[in-house]
T-cell receptor, first 113, second 115 residues
Framework: KAGVTQTPRYLIKTRGQQVTLSCSPI?????VSWYQQTPGQGLQFLFE???????NKGNFPGRFSGRQFSNSRSEMNVSTLELGDSALYLC????????????FGSGTQLSVL | TQLLEQSPQFLSIQEGENLTVYCNSS?????LQWYRQEPGEGPVLLVT?????EVKKLKRLTFQFGDARKDSSLHITAAQPGDTGLYLC???????????????FGQGTILTVHP
């Protein structure tokens, strides 16, 4: 059974640009969550999608957005990149997203110059 | 806002030593999960504790959930170099929409076990 796949693994952007990250969950999983990991703040919850609907959202500015497709694949977008957006972005999937074991991908390392 | 304070932040020990990592909060959590993360990878779940006072063992690792479900600990006996990594505790909130997919993570403990 394939794990959670995130692409790309590494990304370098400059301030002001926008970026789109992709996440393919484990087959059969309908919930996809996104987290930002930085050395200073640790892992912080961005949002969660289930059946193409955002059910939960963390405390991030509107520049951070996401969506989920009918096959449960998810994308997150960050517009007008800032230096502080440099981080490891992790995607996690589960069957229903409530009090369950989360399976994390290896992440996308984003560097903003 | 639920917060989890994890300590210590860094731990450097010799092979064969024992260690304990603590995870504390002023909030009650429905469950506490412990993850281990290696460089360049995502966190991998080690265990979930749900009931206050619960103790779970995974080989040389012992996990405990506090009676009031506000704190947890991870104890490793006879640490080995293969235990090296980032250990994270994470709490799930109470029932309701604000809990979907959301884990509240501690800052993590970077453990280094020297041969």
């Amino acid at each position: 059974k394939a794990g959670v796949t995130q692409t790309p693994r590494y990304l370098i952007k400059t301030r002001g640009q926008q970026v789109t990250l992709s996440c393919s969950p484990i087959s059969g999983h309908r919930s996809v969550s996104w987290y930002q990991q930085t050395p200073g703040q640790g892992l912080q919850f961005l949002f969660e999608y289930f059946s193409e609907t955002q059910r939960n959202k963390g405390n991030f500015p509107g520049r951070f957005s996401g969506r989920q497709f009918s096959n449960s694949r998810s994308e997150m977008n960050v517009s007008t990149l800032e230096l502080g957006d440099s981080a490891l972005y992790l995607c996690a999937s589960s069957f229903q997203g409530a009090f369950e074991k989360l399976f994390f991908g290896s992440g996308t390392q984003l560097s903003v110059l | 806002t639920q917060l989890l304070e994890q300590s210590p932040q860094f731990l450097s020990i010799q092979e064969g030593e024992n260690l304990t990592v603590y995870c504390n909060s002023s909030s009650v959590f429905s469950s506490l999960q412990w993850y281990r993360q290696e460089p360049g990878e995502g966190p991998v779940l080690l265990v979930t504790v749900v009931t206050g006072g619960e103790v779970k063992k995974l080989k040389r690792l012992t996990f405990q959930f506090g009676d009031a479900r506000k704190d947890s600990s991870l104890h490793i006996t006879a640490a080995q170099p293969g235990d090296t990594g980032l250990y994270l505790c994470a709490g799930t909130g109470n029932a309701g929409g604000t809990s979907y997919g959301k884990l509240t993570f501690g800052q993590g403990t970077i453990l280094t076990v020297h041969p």
